[in-house]
């Protein structure tokens, strides 16, 4: 069975701290690695998208990895701030139909605290 | 920002009424999407559209029903709402082309809170 694994599921950090996020997936054929910032009561946004053969991709503050090998990813804030506060969703896509279909994560919910 | 909107953000209603969740995007992209989202639970794909007058059933069995008249709009209904239908339903759009790599991004609207009581 095709699955993502977040962690952790909760994440509390001072404001200015670094933090990293963790992403493991069984999904194969692998197609690519999304992650996505979710703010409550928002959709998700697109931060970043790697495909096999990248192995990190910054946005900002945001930077993740990937190691296709070991099927993980993690995604590091740097320097977090009060907006940074939200769920961070990773999304995997496999190359098994036209429709490309996506497995989600339950997401890390992080809260900043100034 | 993308350009996907739903209507309404929140919905209080009673059990056995009638709904329309509506979905428009004005990006032009023929793929569009329905995903149900629980709290703390990952999403979960209910319906998909390549286009016009193509609708298919997603991955999670739902009792809702979508259709695709115009490329832009991707309303989805519940003929008769019940507590367990309660959720955040989440609209998405997509372009037909992919990126490098396979898939191509998808574009989420802001969500529908539902609340069935």
């Known amino acids: 069975k095709n699955q993502v694994e977040q962690s952790p599921q909760s994440l509390i950090i001072l404001e200015g701290k670094n933090c990293t996020l963790q992403?493991?997936?069984?999904?194969?054929?692998?197609?690519?690695l999304r992650w996505y910032k979710q703010d409550t009561g928002r959709g998700p946004v697109s931060l970043t998208i790697?495909?096999?053969?990248?192995n990190t991709k910054s946005n900002g503050r945001y930077t993740a990895t990937l190691d296709a090998d070991t099927k993980q990813s993690s995604l590091h804030i740097t320097a977090s701030q009060l907006s940074d506060s939200a769920s961070y969703i990773c999304v995997v896509s496999d190359r098994g139909s036209t429709l490309g279909r996506l497995y989600f994560g339950r997401g890390t919910q992080l809260t900043v605290w100034p | 920002e993308a350009d996907i909107y739903q209507t309404p953000r929140y919905l209080v209603i009673g059990t056995g009424k009638k709904i329309t969740l509506e979905c428009s995007q004005t990006?032009?992209?023929?793929?569009m999407y329905w995903y149900q989202q629980d709290p703390g639970m990952e999403l979960h794909l209910i319906h998909y559209s390549y286009g016009v007058n193509s609708t298919e059933k997603g991955d999670l069995s739902s009792e809702s029903t979508v259709s695709r008249i115009r490329t832009e709009h991707f309303p989805l209904t519940l003929e008769s709402a019940r507590p367990s239908h309660t959720s955040q339903y989440l609209c998405?759009?997509?372009?037909?082309?992919?990126?490098?790599?396979?898939?191509?991004?998808?574009?989420f609207g802001p969500g529908t809170r539902l609340t069935v009581l």
């Open positions: 998405a759009s997509s372009e037909s082309r992919p990126v490098a790599g396979g898939t191509d991004t998808q574009y």
């Open positions: 790697m495909t096999f053969s990248e």
């Open positions: 992403c493991n997936y069984t999904v194969s054929p692998f197609s690519n």
């Open positions: 990006m032009g992209h023929d793929k």
